[in-house]
């Protein structure tokens, strides 16, 4: 199974940026479609986007507009570009293949404070 390693989170000020990545130890060429979760508070962690192979990625409602989700199948990675971030994104992001899941990394911690 796939090991995965989130980074790139922080701390920034509402309205800032930030670039999440996330790199698979193999191929995620084979897997039709990865995402990214975060975590917060809820027992099962909340689906902020995803990406398939050939479709149309998929932004939960909350970040619609504002993060972009891509996946460079070449280099094992996936990428979350998070904009406009507002204190409610403050959380703990994961990437991980959807709806079937693998073990989960870490997970990048994100807060967004002034």
């Known amino acids: 199974q796939l090991r995965l390693v989130e980074s790139g989170g922080g701390l920034v000020q509402p309205g800032e940026s930030l670039r999440l990545s996330c790199k698979a130890s193999?191929?995620?060429?084979?897997?039709?479609?990865m995402a990214w979760y975060r975590q917060g508070s809820r027992e099962e962690r909340e689906l902020v986007a995803f990406a398939t192979n050939n479709g149309t990625p998929y932004h939960a409602n909350s970040v619609k507009g504002r993060f972009t989700i891509r996946r460079e199948n070449t280099k094992n990675m996936v990428y979350l570009q998070m904009n406009n971030l507002k204190p409610e994104d403050t959380d703990v992001y994961f990437c991980n293949s959807w709806p079937d899941r693998g073990p989960w990394g870490p997970g990048t911690q994100v807060t967004v404070s002034s």
């Open positions: 193999g191929s995620i060429t084979a897997i039709e479609t």
